[in-house]
C-alpha cells in the first residue's frame, strides 16, 4: 500500500468529505469507479457492502439467540443444518463470483446491455440448481442428520428444520446472485436494502413463529426456518422488481429475459472455477461439524454458537472483500491493471486493521459474548465449548483479512480457477485431517478443531497474497 494512498485515506476519515461521502455510499451513487480517487471509490463501494454484511451478521446472531431459548438440542439441528447448507451457499456464491466478474467487466467496458443479459441467465442457472438441492433436502432430511451423528430423538425433533430450509433453497441463491448484479455494477446500495428487508423480516418473524406470539402458531425450531424462508422470499421478489423497473446501472429489458446459451455458458464457466472453491472451503465446516459431533451435542452448541459470533465480524469483513473484487473487475475492464491492484491493497489494509482491533476484544473477554447465548450455571459444557472456539479461532482475524481480499481480487479479476487448488491445500489437504488428529488422536477437544482452522487460513492468505503479488491475473480475459 502506498504512502500516498494511506494519507489519502487519512485526509478522508478526518475531514467533512467524509461524511458527503457517506450519505452518498448509502443513498447511492452514480460515479465512475474507474475514475474517481481510489479512496472515494473504495468508500462508496465498502460502506454499503459492509453494512450490508452487517445486517447478515445481525440475522445470523438473532437467530441462534431465538432457538438457543429451546435447548441446546435444537440449536445442535441448526448447525448440524447450516454445515449442510454450506453446499447450498458455496454454489450460491460461486454464482455470485462469477456474475460478479462479468457484470463489473461489461460494466468497466461501458457494455450495460450484456451486463443485463448476463445478470438473467445467471438468474436461470440459479433457479435451475435450486430446484435439485430442493428436491434432495426434502426427500433426505433425516438421512442427512443422521448422517452427521444426530440421535433418534434429535432427528425425530427437528428433521422438519432442513427440509425446510432445502426446500427453499432458491431464495438463497437469487439472493446472492441478485445482489450481486447490483454490487458489481456499483449499485451496492441496492444490495444493503435488500439484504436489510430480508433480515429485518427475519428477525420479526423469528419470535413469533417459534414462540407462538399473538395469533401466530407455535412451531418451534420450524418458525426459524419459515421466517428464514419467507423473509428472503420477499427480498428476492423486490430484486426482481428493481432489476425490472428500476433505474440503475443494471436494467433488465423484457426481450432480455430468454434463454442465451452462450451467455448461460459463460457465466457458468466463471462460476465453476468459484463454486469448486467455496464447495471445498464450505464442505470443510461440515467435515469439522462431523469432528465435533464425535465430542458430543453440548460441544456443538458451544462451537456452533462461537462461529455464529465469529461470521458476525467476518461478514462486514467479507463485505470489505467484494469491494476490492468489483474494483479489479471494474478496473481491468477499463484498461487500468495498475489501479486495480493498488485497490485491492488498500482495501486489505484496512481489513487487517478492522478485524485486528475486534480480535483483540474477542481474545481478552470471549465469555461476555458467549453469556448473551449460554447460562454458564445451567449449561457449563456449552459455554466453555463455546468460550474456547471464540478465543482461539479469534488470533487469526488480522491474516483472515488480508487472504479473503486477495482470494476475492483474484476472483474479480475472472480467474477463478486459481483459488481452488489453495482451497484444495488449505482446507482438504491440512485443515481437515488436522483437526481429526488434534481431536481424536491428541484429544484436544474443540482446541484442535480451532487450531486447524486457524493453521489452514493462515495457509491460504499467503498462498494468496503470492500468487495476487505475481500478477498473472491482469491478463485473464473475460
Known amino acids: 500500500m502506498s504512502n500516498t494512498s494511506l494519507q489519502s485515506i487519512r485526509r478522508n476519515l478526518f475531514s467533512r468529505e467524509l461524511w458527503s461521502d457517506l450519505k452518498e455510499a448509502i443513498r447511492g451513487t452514480e460515479k465512475d469507479f474507474t475514475k474517481i480517487p481510489i479512496s472515494k471509490a473504495i468508500i462508496l463501494l465498502s460502506i454499503p457492502m459492509v453494512l450490508e454484511m452487517i445486517m447478515e451478521s445481525v440475522f445470523a446472531l438473532a437467530d441462534i439467540y431465538f432457538v438457543s431459548r429451546l435447548g441446546p438440542r435444537e440449536v445442535a439441528v441448526v448447525g448440524i443444518t447450516e454445515s ?89 441463491m437469487l439472493l446472492f446472485v441478485i445482489n450481486a448484479v447490483f454490487r458489481s455494477s456499483g449499485d451496492a446500495a441496492i444490495s444493503m436494502r435488500v439484504l436489510w428487508i430480508a433480515n429485518l423480516l427475519n428477525i420479526a418473524l423469528d419470535p413469533l413463529l417459534i414462540f407462538g406470539w399473538g395469533p401466530f402458531p407455535e412451531l418451534g425450531i420450524r418458525g426459524a426456518a419459515i421466517a428464514t424462508n419467507i423473509g428472503r422470499g420477499i427480498a428476492v421478489l423486490y430484486q426482481l422488481y428493481l432489476l425490472m423497473k428500476g433505474n440503475y446501472r443494471v436494467k433488465v429489458k423484457l426481450e432480455d429475459v430468454r434463454l442465451q446459451l452462450k451467455t448461460i455458458l459463460k457465466v457458468i464457466r466463471l462460476s465453476l472455477g468459484a463454486i469448486g472453491q467455496n464447495i471445498i472451503s464450505h464442505s470443510s465446516w461440515v467435515f469439522l461439524v462431523w469432528v465435533i459431533t464425535s465430542l458430543g451435542e453440548a460441544a456443538i452448541a458451544g462451537y456452533t454458537i462461537a462461529i455464529r459470533l465469529i461470521i458476525f465480524i467476518l461478514l462486514p469483513a467479507w463485505g470489505m472483500a467484494n469491494a476490492a473484487a468489483t474494483l479489479v473487475g471494474q478496473n481491468l475492464g477499463a484498461q487500468q491493471p495498475d489501479r486495480a491492484e493498488r485497490s485491492a491493497w488498500i482495501v486489505g489494509g484496512v481489513n487487517m486493521v ?125
Open 84 to 172: 449442510l447448507m454450506t453446499i447450498v451457499y458455496a454454489i450460491g456464491m460461486g454464482l455470485g463470483v462469477g456474475t460478479t466478474a462479468l457484470v463489473s467487466r461489461r460494466i468497466g467496458q461501458k457494455r450495460p446491455r450484456e451486463a443485463a443479459q448476463a445478470a438473467v441467465q445467471a438468474i436461470i442457472a440459479s433457479v435451475a440448481i435450486s430446484l435439485v438441492y430442493s428436491v434432495i433436502g426434502i426427500i433426505y432430511a433425516k438421512d442427512m442428520l443422521r448422517f452427521m451423528g444426530a440421535s433418534e430423538a434429535t432427528i425425530e425433533m427437528g428433521y422438519q428444520y432442513p427440509m425446510i430450509m432445502f426446500g427453499g433453497n432458491a431464495v438463497i
Open 354 to 478: 478492522l478485524l485486528g482491533l475486534v480480535s483483540l476484544v474477542f481474545i481478552s473477554v470471549p465469555h461476555v459474548f458467549i453469556n448473551f447465548f449460554v447460562d454458564r450455571a445451567q449449561a457449563p459444557e456449552v459455554w466453555q465449548a463455546g468460550v474456547t472456539c471464540l478465543r482461539v479461532v479469534s488470533f487469526g482475524f488480522i491474516i483472515y483479512a488480508i487472504g479473503m481480499v486477495m482470494v476475492q481480487a483474484i476472483n474479480g479479476s475472472g480467474d477463478t480457477a486459481t483459488p481452488i487448488w489453495l482451497n484444495v491445500i488449505a482446507f482438504w489437504i491440512i485443515e481437515i485431517p488436522l483437526a481429526w488428529v488434534l481431536t481424536n488422536v491428541a484429544d484436544m477437544g474443540v482446541h484442535g478443531v480451532c487450531y486447524a482452522i486457524i493453521t489452514a487460513e493462515t495457509l491460504l492468505a499467503l498462498m494468496a497474497m503470492y500468487i495476487f503479488r505475481r500478477g498473472k491475473w491482469k491478463l485473464k480475459e473475460v
